[in-house]
């Protein structure tokens, strides 16, 4: 995949579970805030666009699906269709490629990742995904887990508590949608710092994202990308290290990184995946400021 021949926009969520005091999965459907759900709409430029739900992910998709469902319908979207995907012979069938063919966005739920890439990577609904992206100005959101999928290489699990010994953190090839990034969500919530750390580690070429719950990423033509959403986006840039063990240690064995680069970004703050510069929103509201250098960190002016 060419970045400059890419026409289609994806949208990486980072999940927003129920606050209430169940934790399974049925209790965290609360899964994106309007302002995000309003943003994908937006994106795929109808006023009553056809959203296809992917919940494969999910251990409950019939529940999802029709979370997905009334959500939308808030913004009057009455074109929504879940594609419930459960074994992998069903991302062949024409039905599934005829819904995915017809649709402005395909939205990938929560859950968990791996489902996704199991039973839809590689098949001919994954091709044909690629094919609309690429050549298409085509929408793909995920949020959680449908998030973390959309990266070449995927995190695939990993305790955020045992992160930075060398193989905590485990890893799987992704959907490949946006080679450039490893992406992880409910960043701030659940403290995955570390996880992130451990990946770029062990892929310095790409760029650690952490998105955190309600927070997400506007990435067009596979280059240009734009926070949105009530949180934060972390950067993890590793092109500048001037040193990582990962390699030559065993496994289990403390990892050690040094002039990693952190970046923390809020809504409306944009950077360029190209050449990783970043165009900051400044504190007087007055302009928007571009950082000529990608590592300047002093971007934002005071009142």
Partial sequence: MIRSEVKGTIIPIGGNEDKGTRRDESSQLNFVQKGILARVIKECKKPDPLIVVIPTASSIPLEVGEKYKAAFGQFNCSHIHVLDIREKFQSAYSESLEWV???????????NQSRITRLIRDTPLHHLLMERYVHEEFVIAGTSAGAMCMSEAMITGGKSTEALFKGAVKTKEGMGFIPDLIIDSHFIQRGRFGRVMEAVARFPERLGVGLAEDTGLVIKNCNECEVIGSGMVVLVDPSQLTHNNEEILEMG????????????????????????????????HDARLLLEHPYAINGRKSR
């Fill in 101 to 111: 063919s017809k649709a402005d966005c395909v939205m990938f739920s929560g859950g």
């Fill in 253 to 284: 064995t403390p990892m050690s990184l040094c002039h990693l680069i952190v970046h923390v970004l809020a809504v409306g703050d944009h950077f360029i995946l190209e050449n990783r510069k970043l165009e900051i929103l400044p504190m007087s």
